[in-house]
């Protein structure tokens, strides 16, 4: 009788321990997917790495003399008027607005006096006379200077981006929530269907050491096989953004996939812990009880 009871009992934990399993990588992803893709600090940090702010300074840069040539203006013109630092600043404004569903319109003033200060002497030492007609024509290429450099800020795709984070953000809190109290629901179940806790463990473990294969196996695959690696994306600089965006993102469902193996690691110590305490135990009382209860400590 004792032994058809007990395999009921393992059903139970069988059936449950998958549902834990499934439920924790689902948390494995969630959580992954907040602190790589979603989190802006990623962005941030591919950006840097990619060399993104200084493609784009460079990109404004030679648009710049080449938007300058009908005008014939002289290369020279274009120095010391963009300033690294300030196209950095201002791609970052600019993302944390779009991030925030807000415009940010940079302030251009200074780079247009700069570039109409160096016109102006650029004239000066070639002694070219600057009229009316000229003034106009000047007038309008800074503009177009101008708003060149408030286009190049922008990244292409972001609000594609944009959307899906407001998406992922209005479910996650709520989700976490439900998997986390579902989550301590089936440990309750799994613990309760044991007379022993360190057999209980053992199934949870078992969920644990799932999870850790079913968050880490796949973004493993890709981050070493790559094929996101092989789109043909340009410029350069904003191909290795989002490559570098993607590895970081995959190599954060790899770390929770190694937090899952750690927590089965020490669940697994739990289990001999316990089941040692539990010999210990039943030799102890093996004076003053039957054999019985030693014999299903052994399990």
Known sequence: MAKSKQRKFYVVSIIVSFILSVLLSIGGYLVGADMGIFNKDT????????????GIY???????????????????V????????EVKDD???????????????????????????????????????IGTQQQTAIDGFLT????NYKSSLGITFINYYVSMRK????????????????????VFIIIKDHR????AIRYITYSTLAAAYMTGIIPMYLYIKGIYRRLAISPAYYYNMLI????????????????????????????????????????????????????????
């Open 43 to 54: 962005i941030y940090k591919s950006m840097s790495a990619a060399g993104y702010y200084n």
């Open 58 to 76: 460079e990109d404004v840069v030679s648009t710049s003399k080449q938007l300058g040539r009908p005008m014939m203006l002289h290369a020279e």
């Open 78 to 85: 274009f120095e010391n008027v963009f300033y690294y630092n």
């Open 91 to 129: 791609i970052q404004n600019n993302l944390e607005a779009q991030l925030a569903g807000t415009m940010y319109t940079p302030d251009t003033s200074q780079i247009r006096e700069r570039l109409n200060a160096n016109i102006e002497d650029y004239a000066r030492k070639n002694n070219i006379e």
């Open 144 to 147: 177009q200077i101008e708003d």
């Open 167 to 186: 998406m992922f953000d209005n479910i996650y809190f709520k989700v976490l929530a439900a998997i986390l109290v579902l989550i301590m629901i089936a």
């Open 196 to 199: 022993y806790v360190h057999r």
């Open 244 to 299: 570098k965006t993607a590895d970081k993102s995959l190599l954060m469902f790899v770390y929770i996939s190694i937090f899952f193996l750690v927590l089965s690691a020490g669940l697994i110590a739990l289990t001999i812990i316990l089941k040692n305490n539990l010999k210990k135990k039943a030799s102890h009382s093996h004076t003053h009880h039957s054999h019985h209860s030693h014999h299903e400590a052994e399990e």
